[in-house]
């Protein structure tokens, strides 16, 4: 808690800094940020080629009931991500290319790892912590698109599920949040924050898909906590390869919108952090999201599905394995079901976790939340989660959780 009182301090001494020059702007509730427009500085900006971003996000969990334990804990968890996007096209007369740096900040502590009730729990009831409480170079890349922008090539710092198994985040419960390939395959496939040197190579096929394959760097001293900024090669011992398929349609009578993906990855990793002989793993992917109505006509309102699964190799004698062979989810939103909060949300989600050996089963993970869209710049979601059979065990604790999420763009 004292790191939030701590960030939101400095927030409001940033903004009482620069609102007494442009007060007009700052928590207008129909601007994007919370800062405003500096008086048309911002998007002056933007149009030179310069977007510049701060986002800040958290997130608060507590333990309402358990099967088994009574200590009912509270836990805060958040992230700090600074960002810039350069046109570079606008800015060196490099015509269609674009950089990326951003960098990132997590504090907080977890739930799941504090809680008696959540203790070996697979997933987390607060997704946002993770990888290390630490500062990180998350994104540092350049790309350039060529033959009338068909291709499409990247090449830098970044980590694979910024394009592959890419998945929005909008719960709390790391279940029904992004990429699932990273939560399982952690040892080698790094998500957000961490960032590795890669390639990524992405061919539109039609206006609507495209097939993309990288190559990723693994090195496990990404992963330490004093190695945020780490550029340098030495640790590698292999690379991630992932091929996908990705499908943009639109749908039904009023053209909605979908994406689909199906994946796979090869590892050429063949030793462990133990520096032990392990085998080289592959997994893959498919995933589903499908606007299925729209509101009244309003396709910015409606019903919303989506569904993903994912398999994985796993090796028993491998001690950063995490054993879990495959999971499933399956999920439906709502936006703007009530005329009077248009941009308000309602989601239910449920998520699946296999983990092999004869004590365990599945984990199961499940969320409703509502989505409080309060202003432009800041998205408020309460919300409930229940976990059944904690750590995938056959005889595991259940439990329920309260939590609230939200997302702040300065």
């Given at each position: 808690?004292?790191?939030?009182?701590?960030?939101?301090?400095?927030?409001?001494?940033?903004?009482?800094?620069?609102?007494?020059?442009?007060?007009?702007?700052?928590?207008?509730?129909?601007?994007?940020?919370?800062?405003?427009?500096?008086?048309?500085?911002?998007?002056?900006?933007?149009?030179?080629?310069?977007?510049?971003?701060?986002?800040?996000?958290?997130?608060?969990?507590?333990?309402?009931?358990?099967?088994?334990?009574?200590?009912?804990?509270?836990?805060?968890?958040?992230?700090?991500?600074?960002?810039?996007?350069?046109?570079?096209?606008?800015?060196?007369?490099?015509?269609?290319?674009?950089?990326?740096?951003?960098?990132?900040?997590?504090?907080?502590?977890?739930?799941?790892?504090?809680?008696?009730?959540?203790?070996?729990?697979?997933?987390?009831?607060?997704?946002?912590?993770?990888?290390?409480?630490?500062?990180?170079?998350?994104?540092?890349?350049?790309?350039?698109?060529?033959?009338?922008?068909?291709?499409?090539?990247?090449?830098?710092?970044?980590?694979?599920?910024?394009?592959?198994?890419?998945?929005?985040?909008?719960?709390?419960?790391?279940?029904?949040?992004?990429?699932?390939?990273?939560?399982?395959?952690?040892?080698?496939?790094?998500?957000?924050?961490?960032?590795?040197?890669?390639?990524?190579?992405?061919?539109?096929?039609?206006?609507?898909?495209?097939?993309?394959?990288?190559?990723?760097?693994?090195?496990?001293?990404?992963?330490?906590?004093?190695?945020?900024?780490?550029?340098?090669?030495?640790?590698?011992?292999?690379?991630?390869?992932?091929?996908?398929?990705?499908?943009?349609?639109?749908?039904?009578?009023?053209?909605?919108?979908?994406?689909?993906?199906?994946?796979?990855?090869?590892?050429?990793?063949?030793?462990?952090?133990?520096?032990?002989?392990?085998?080289?793993?592959?997994?893959?992917?498919?995933?589903?999201?499908?606007?299925?109505?729209?509101?009244?006509?309003?396709k910015n309102r409606g019903l919303t599905g989506f569904v993903s699964t994912s398999f994985f190799d796993h090796d028993v004698n491998d001690i950063d394995d995490s054993q879990v062979s495959n999971m499933q989810n399956i999920g439906l939103e709502y936006t703007g079901l009530f005329d009077a909060r248009p941009l308000d949300e309602l989601a239910l989600g449920l998520g699946r976790i296999h983990k092999a050996g004869e004590q365990y089963d599945d984990e199961y993970n499940a969320e409703f939340y509502y989505g409080i869209h309060a202003t432009n710049w800041l998205k408020?979601?309460?919300?409930?989660?229940?976990?059944?059979?904690?750590?995938?065990?056959?005889?595991?604790?259940?439990?329920?959780?309260?939590?609230?999420?939200?997302?702040?763009?300065?």
């Amino acid at each position: 808690m004292s790191s939030l009182i701590f960030r939101l301090s400095m927030s409001v001494f940033v903004v009482s800094g620069l609102t007494q020059v442009h007060a007009e702007n700052a928590f207008n509730a129909q601007s994007p940020y919370m800062l405003g427009d500096w008086n048309g500085e911002r998007t002056a900006l933007k149009e030179q080629g310069y977007d510049f971003s701060l986002e800040y996000a958290g997130e608060l969990a507590n333990l309402m009931d358990s099967k088994t334990a009574s200590n009912h804990g509270t836990e805060y968890s958040d992230q700090i991500a600074l960002g810039a996007n350069l046109d570079l096209s606008k800015i060196l007369g490099w015509s269609d290319t674009q950089a990326q740096i951003t960098i990132t900040h997590r504090s907080g502590q977890n739930l799941t790892n504090t809680s008696d009730a959540l203790r070996g729990q697979l997933s987390s009831v607060q997704e946002v912590w993770g990888r290390g409480q630490t500062w990180r170079l998350t994104d540092l890349w350049i790309k350039k698109q060529f033959l009338d922008k068909a291709l499409d090539v990247k090449v830098g710092r970044f980590g694979e599920a910024e394009d592959f198994n890419s998945f929005e985040c909008n719960f709390q419960n790391l279940t029904l949040c992004g990429g699932q390939v990273g939560n399982w395959a952690g040892d080698q496939w790094y998500n957000w924050p961490v960032s590795q040197w890669a390639m990524r190579v992405k061919y539109n096929l039609s206006p609507d898909v495209y097939v993309q394959v990288g190559a990723y760097e693994h090195n496990p001293e990404n992963l330490k906590r004093g190695k945020g900024f780490n550029l340098s090669t030495d640790g590698s011992n292999g690379a991630i390869i992932p091929v996908e398929v990705v499908w943009q349609p639109k749908l039904l009578n009023e053209s909605l919108p979908g994406e689909y993906r199906l994946g796979y990855y090869y590892s050429t990793v063949d030793t462990n952090t133990a520096n032990q002989k392990i085998k080289n793993k592959q997994g893959s992917w498919f995933s589903a999201k499908q606007q299925l109505t729209a509101h009244h006509g309003d396709k910015n309102r409606g019903l919303t599905g989506f569904v993903s699964t994912s398999f994985f190799d796993h090796d028993v004698n491998d001690i950063d394995d995490s054993q879990v062979s495959n999971m499933q989810n399956i999920g439906l939103e709502y936006t703007g079901l009530f005329d009077a909060r248009p941009l308000d949300e309602l989601a239910l989600g449920l998520g699946r976790i296999h983990k092999a050996g004869e004590q365990y089963d599945d984990e199961y993970n499940a969320e409703f939340y509502y989505g409080i869209h309060a202003t432009n710049w800041l998205k408020i979601r309460p919300n409930v989660q229940y976990v059944h059979h904690v750590g995938a065990l056959k005889d595991g604790n259940n439990a329920w959780v309260g939590g609230i999420k939200f997302i702040t763009v300065f």
